[in-house]
């Protein structure tokens, strides 16, 4: 968003209709951020709600687990709600749409790709983040 705002001054969704034939490797990123915050595998995202409802369905909690589940499904589709329509129309503006290509520069282009790709990666092999960061806490709580 911060490089659409930068490379266009839009700051409104409506104005964002066909971003994504002007502006492809920024829209590209932001469709992975959309799908992983969405849930959708094999992003990271995806990780992280199945050790949500992993933990919810092997907790004791009884109604509270799956009242938990109800809020993590309705917030997965109220993310899809609103980001999905900003993808589509960015990259589906219509027939009438002339957009010239004007992507943001490498300096923040690069840590897009970076963090795009992170979330590819960390969704397909999540185990090496995972296994990392459960020895840090492992020493932290014993």
């Known amino acids: 968003a911060g490089a659409i705002i930068f490379s266009t001054n ?6 964002l209709q066909g971003i994504g034939k002007r502006m492809p490797v920024t829209m590209w ?11 959708i595998p094999p992003l990271a995202g995806f990780v992280t709600k199945w050790h949500l409802v992993s933990a919810g369905l092997e907790a004791p909690a009884g109604p509270f ?14 993310t899809a709600g609103y980001l999905l329509p900003i993808v589509t129309d960015g990259f589906f503006p219509g027939k009438d ?15 897009m790709l970076v963090f795009a790709a992170a979330a590819v990666v960390l969704g ?8 990392w960061l459960g ?8």
Do not use: K, N
């Open 65 to 78: 687990g799956a009242a938990g589940m109800v809020v993590l499904v309705l917030s997965a589709l109220l």
């Open 29 to 39: 990123c932001f469709a992975l951020a959309a799908l992983s915050l969405i849930g």
């Open 124 to 131: 397909l092999f999540p185990g090496v983040l995972t296994d």
């Open 10 to 15: 839009y700051t409104r969704v409506d104005q």
């Open 135 to 142: 020895t840090i806490a492992g020493g932290l709580f014993t």
């Open 97 to 111: 749409h002339i957009a010239e290509r004007r992507e943001v520069g490498p300096w923040m282009r690069w840590p």
